[in-house]
């Protein structure tokens, strides 16, 4: 995200808000880069990828928390794929 210094002064909160969330904002004066916000909290790599992933809008968080169950496949009636395909 690019923004310049009037702007950032304006829609600090959005700026804070967008931090928080995981982005990266550059602030820029009369069109020239400045300065970088970005959070200083740390985590480890996989759970940063994880958070790029939500930021970017490829992941979603899980709905509820916990493990998956356990599957257990259904045995199959009659003959095998296998046998089926050839």
């Known amino acids: 995200m690019q923004i ?6 304006q829609q600090f909160s959005k700026l ?3 931090v928080k969330e995981g982005r990266e904002v550059l602030l820029t004066e009369r069109g020239r880069p400045l300065a970088v ?3 200083i909290r740390v985590v480890d790599k996989a759970q940063a ?3 790029r992933l939500e930021t ?4 979603r968080p899980a709905a509820k928390r916990g493990n998956l ?3 257990n496949p259904k045995p199959i009636r009659g003959r095998r794929p296998s046998k089926k395909v050839r």
């Open 69 to 71: 169950p356990v599957w």
């Open 56 to 59: 970017a809008g490829f992941l």
């Open 49 to 51: 990828a994880i958070q």
């Open 37 to 39: 916000l970005k959070s």
């Open 4 to 9: 310049g210094l009037r702007e950032a002064n």
């Open 16 to 18: 804070v808000k967008a």
